[in-house]
């Protein structure tokens, strides 16, 4: 591509305002030409602040519009699958926020819609990009810890999420632990062949209600016989937890940094030392990175980082927790079927 792709953000919530104000930065590497939300009053004021051409509440006509070479979707859940179908039915690059869909029929559509277009589609799971889980891939894929054999992930959240959003979250593993799967699956390299789920509600009331949980515990098999184990939490009680331990045959890594400074202050009334207390903090720096290696692929005609299969994968893996969770017992996995329930 010899031209700067012109690049449009459809949704300017939460996360939309990090990925409009990370675009603003990448100038170098994209025209930043329309902000869309369907509240078209926050895509003008963002617009207007960051210094963006374009704003609208029409998402459809943005995907169409033959000016855009590459659309951001970081609107609501329920729109990702249906944006992304549009947008490869007119020749778009993607980008969009996980999950593609909370169901597997509907991103396998999405994705036979990319594939039948030739178009690339990148899945924003961030982790892959921040520097200390790049650093223990790299490693792992240089034998520095020997051959893997045990992987321990854990993501905890400060805090349940709203009401409204429990009840239309996809339940805890749709939602929160598909970033786990992808994680883990990522650093093994390999795919489980084996999953066996426990879970509990023990933080509110509210997840019963939505018929979900909110603590568990994930135990994954792979092919080579290595183990995984992921911890999952709706609440921290300090502020967002993400730690990852990695064990190989010749050492172990540990991720798990969560501080805004690297000071640890020790006097006579104890230690103390900062901690960051949500997940954008946390990962900052990491979705400026996913958005530099999607537009970097299409400047370089190049494949995503983070494909849709991957998407896929993780969403299968859900899947499989919530059948183990029904049947009290371990689950073969097989991430090639086409349907998985």
Known sequence: MSALPR???IGCGRIGQ??????????HLCD???IDDRNVQAAQVTASFLDVPRATADSEAVIADP???AVIIASSTETHAPYIELAASHG???FTEKPIALDLESTQQALAAVERAGVRLQVGFQRRFDGGYAAAKQAIEGAELGSIEMIRDAMRDPEPPPVDYIKRSG????DMTVHNFDCVRWLMGEDPVELHATASTLVSDEFRKANDFDTSIVTLRFQS???ASIENSRRSGFGYDVRTEIFGSEGALMVGQSRALPVRRLSASGVLEDHQYFFLERFRDAYREELVAFLTALRDDAPVAVTGEDGRAALVLAYAAERSLRENQPVP????EVSYA
């Open 92 to 94: 778009k690059d993607i």
């Open 7 to 9: 690049v449009a953000l």
């Open 18 to 27: 990090v990925h409009a104000r990370t675009l603003t930065s990448l100038r």
């Open 32 to 34: 930043f030409a329309v």
């Open 225 to 227: 016989g290595a183990l």
């Open 171 to 174: 339940g805890l593993y749709r």
């Open 67 to 69: 000016d855009i070479d």
């Open 333 to 336: 996995i097989d991430l090639k």
